[in-house]
């Protein structure tokens, strides 16, 4: 399957986020003229569980990058999250595209308040919401 339009791919600084695949990335203004950034990773063998469906573990870690990517800054301190909060709907299947879309609800200066939503083909597939905390060096 092709990788959808305006992703690229940039290995990660974590070596966790790299080990669960290729998960490229694209950052656009949404409609409501706030920034998003989206993630996709393409379900592989290794990540559905024994029916053929994406396992929950993937799809929580997509929801932590999800909501972590638009909170981090890469010229700023590091993040992490503190609190995940994930709503699954359905899951994604072998070969399709989980394509996950990230924004900032809020900032201060020490919490980012941030939300995603992920899709297979325009279908919704999660919700999630989380609080990262940043971590000050």
């Given at each position: 399957?092709?990788?959808?339009?305006?992703y690229?791919y940039?290995?990660?600084?974590?070596?966790?986020?790299?080990?669960?695949?290729?998960?490229?990335?694209?950052?656009v203004t949404g409609?409501?003229?706030?920034?998003?950034?989206?993630s996709?990773?393409?379900?592989?063998e290794?990540?559905v569980?024994?029916?053929?469906?994406?396992?929950?573990?993937?799809?929580?870690?997509?929801?932590?990058?999800?909501?972590?990517?638009?909170?981090?800054?890469?010229?700023g301190?590091?993040?992490?999250?503190?609190e995940l909060?994930?709503?699954?709907?359905?899951?994604?299947?072998?070969?399709?595209?989980?394509?996950?879309?990230g924004?900032?609800?809020?900032?201060t200066?020490?919490?980012?308040?941030?939300?995603?939503?992920?899709?297979?083909?325009?279908?919704?597939?999660?919700?999630?919401?989380?609080?990262?905390?940043?971590?000050?060096?």
């Amino acid at each position: 399957m092709a990788i959808p339009e305006g992703y690229e791919y940039h290995a990660s600084p974590s070596a966790f986020v790299n080990h669960i695949g290729k998960i490229y990335h694209k950052r656009v203004t949404g409609a409501d003229g706030q920034p998003e950034v989206w993630s996709a990773l393409e379900i592989q063998e290794h990540h559905v569980n024994a029916w053929g469906l994406c396992h929950g573990a993937v799809m929580s870690s997509m929801a932590e990058v999800g909501t972590a990517a638009p909170a981090w800054d890469p010229d700023g301190p590091p993040i992490v999250a503190i609190e995940l909060s994930l709503q699954f709907i359905k899951a994604p299947k072998l070969g399709e595209w989980l394509e996950v879309c990230g924004t900032v609800s809020k900032r201060t200066r020490s919490l980012v308040f941030s939300r995603a939503s992920a899709y297979v083909a325009g279908d919704l597939v999660f919700t999630a919401s989380s609080i990262q905390k940043i971590i000050k060096t």
